[in-house]
């Protein structure tokens, strides 16, 4: 039986968890074990914060919300109370969205919110 040689498969896998860790300081991105090491961390953490990230969006959007509801004289819980009775089907990122850029638009919901309650 012929002697299989492994070397270029070997440098294929090196070169990609290298390519990987290339931001990495120090060791991390020049020693392999090191830089496995690193990578598998990474890589967790990109899963988790993937996740996190829908969190926190989700957070800002209802703190934007809150804060445009208090300006105008309701509160949040109320308001969209209020939008869910009158059947208006508008999440809470485009609410956001409207409460910072679209004031005229928001008061309008607002007032129809206050209607419904």
Avoid at 55 to 68: H, N, P, Q, V, Y
Avoid at 69 to 79: K, L, M, P, V
Wanted: glycine residues 4%.
């Amino acid at each position: 039986m012929p002697r299989v040689r492994t070397g270029p498969a070997t440098l294929r896998r090196k070169k990609k968890v290298f390519k990987m860790v290339k931001g990495a300081r120090h060791s991390r991105s020049k020693l392999l074990t090191l830089a496995k090491e690193s990578l598998k961390q990474s890589l967790v953490y990109a899963y988790r914060d993937r996740r996190n990230k829908k969190r926190d969006f989700r957070r800002l959007w209802i703190t934007r919300i809150g804060i445009a509801c208090r300006n105008a004289g309701i509160r949040y819980s109320i308001f969209m109370n209020g939008l869910k009775k009158a059947k208006v089907a508008i999440d809470r990122k485009i609410l956001a969205d409207l409460a910072v850029n679209d004031k005229n638009t928001f008061s309008e919901l607002v007032k129809v919110a206050k209607e419904t309650t």
